[in-house]
C-alpha cells in the first residue's frame, strides 16, 4: 500500500510536470502552417527541420527551414543564423507580409526564443 506522502509526492509530480508541459508552445508542421497561416498569425509556435538557406549580419537575418512536409523562413534578430544544413528547432511568431534586407516574405516565423 502507497502511504499519504508517497501519494502526495507522486501528485505533485503529476500536476508540476503537466505544468510545464502546458507552457511550451506546440510544434506544428510546416505545411499545417502554410496552408492556413491566419490560423496560427501572433500565436506561439515551434518547428523543427534543417536548415536550407541562410542569410545575415552582426546577429540578425533569415534562414530557411525545411521539416519535409514545407520550408519556412524564420527571422532572427537576436540569436544569430545557423548554417546550412544545421538541424534546429525553432520558437516564434506568425507573420503575415514580412519584409527584411529588401527581400519580401508571405508568411515566416519570428523567432522568440533561442533555438536548441
Not at 497561416?37 to 530557411?64: C, L
Not at 538541424?87 to 536548441?116: C, D, K, P, Y
Amino acid at each position: 500500500m502507497l502511504t499519504i506522502r508517497t501519494r502526495m509526492v507522486t501528485a505533485f509530480l503529476v500536476l508540476a510536470g503537466s505544468a510545464l508541459l502546458a507552457g511550451c508552445p506546440p510544434r506544428v508542421s510546416i505545411a499545417k502552417l502554410n496552408q492556413d497561416p491566419g490560423r496560427y498569425a501572433g500565436k506561439q509556435v515551434s518547428i523543427a527541420g534543417r536548415v536550407t538557406d541562410s542569410f545575415g549580419a552582426m546577429g540578425r537575418g533569415a534562414f530557411r527551414v525545411d521539416d519535409g512536409s514545407g520550408a519556412m523562413w524564420v527571422v532572427t534578430g537576436h540569436y544569430g543564423v545557423p548554417e546550412n544544413d544545421a538541424t534546429v528547432s525553432v520558437t516564434g511568431h506568425i507573420e503575415q507580409g514580412f519584409s527584411f534586407g529588401g527581400r519580401n516574405f508571405a508568411v515566416v516565423l519570428h523567432e522568440t526564443e533561442r533555438r536548441q
